[in-house]
């Protein structure tokens, strides 16, 4: 069965850092986009970034740009997303998602459970 599986979420100080984790099982991410998501209570599920098979192109939403960084190891099989000055608004559960072709704003096929993310004093 094709999954992907998220860790590292927490909860951390408004300013301080995680770095989420997004690993694959049952398939190598070699050939997949994988998108990073959140869902904040009451909000619409959001693209927060994604990150193309190679890993040469990427993308990220305006609100967590020069903040947030994605990259892979496809050695590992695992995509990362380092989260930087960390503010309450990124409050949210995080999810990500992996898809042979579907790029920013595309629809991905394999989704994770997602892990919480809470940035508070």
């Known amino acids: 069965q094709l999954q992907v599986v998220e860790s590292g979420g927490g909860l951390v100080q408004p300013g301080g850092s995680l770095r989420l984790s997004c690993a694959a099982s049952g398939f190598t991410l070699d050939y997949y986009a994988i998108g990073w998501f959140r869902q904040a209570p009451g909000k619409e599920r959001e693209g927060v970034s994604c990150?193309?098979?190679?890993?040469?192109?990427?993308n990220y939403a305006d609100s967590v740009k020069g903040r947030f960084t994605i990259s892979r190891d496809n050695a590992k099989n695992t995509v990362y997303l380092q989260m930087n000055s960390l503010k309450p608004e990124d409050t949210a559960v995080y999810y990500c998602?992996?898809?042979?072709?579907?790029?920013?704003?595309?629809?991905?096929?394999?989704w994770g459970q997602g892990t919480q993310v809470t940035v508070s004093s």
């Open positions: 990150i193309s098979s190679s890993g040469g192109s990427t």
């Open positions: 998602a992996a898809d042979k072709v579907a790029g920013w704003g595309g629809e991905y096929k394999y």
